[in-house]
């Protein structure tokens, strides 16, 4: 499998356009109010139209208002969905894009959550009290190998 490289919580124009020019493959638009990255559509979008076409534009959301995907997506031109709230999975694939799930690891038991959704891929991320993602915290990486037996890109 191709490694591919996200560069995610992109807050302003210069930041997408040095992203891309650095080589990443996405860069990860957040769209959730309580992120200290988080941006408005506005910004979004104006971050959007100026990245080549080559850069997948990601949409990552905790627990949203199915009308805010559905603007984003058409807004913005997101071609991959990230879900890390407590979304079930038929809402994280009723958009017709790929999607992926995050799951916080805790331990070899959060695993099994895997079996529960049918988006695309999954985002393993550690589980931390003090906030839903890129908190800087690890679990244990053997998990990651460990979640390969669910058949779906880790």
Known sequence: METRVKICGITSLADGLAAAEAGADMIGLMFYDQSPRHITL???????RALPPFVQRVGVFVNPAEAVVTRA????????LQFHGDEA?????????????????????SLKQLDNFHTDAFLLDAYSKNGLGGTGERFNWDLAEAAQKFGKPI
Not at 42 to 48: G, L, N, Y
């Open 89 to 109: 999975s038929d809402f994280c694939t009723q958009f017709g894009l790929m999607s992926l799930k995050v799951i916080r690891v805790r331990n070899a038991e």
């Open 73 to 80: 997506i058409a807004e913005c031109g997101l071609s991959l």
């Open 42 to 48: 506005a910004t979004a979008v104006e971050i959007s």
